[in-house]
């Protein structure tokens, strides 16, 4: 069926990339998911924050 897996997070960072949802309403969804004990990698859920902007950058030290 040639059908392409991409996750919650790919469909989020999608649907960022496409305007159909905003970085605010991306940054509720994720946290409605963790809210509803959703297990999802702290470090994804960082990953996509940051590619949406709201997420903290680390400087090198």
Do not use: P, Q, W
């Not at 989020?12 to 970085?23: H, P």
């Not at 963790?34 to 994804?44: A, E, H, Q, T, V």
């Amino acid at each position: 069926m040639s059908v392409e897996h991409i996750g919650t997070m790919g469909i989020f960072m999608t649907a960022y990339d496409k305007k159909i949802l905003s970085a605010l309403e991306v940054s509720y969804c994720l946290e409605a998911l963790l809210d509803r004990d959703i297990r999802l990698s702290k470090n994804l859920c960082n990953k996509v924050l940051e590619y949406i902007g709201l997420g903290k950058k680390r400087r090198n030290s």
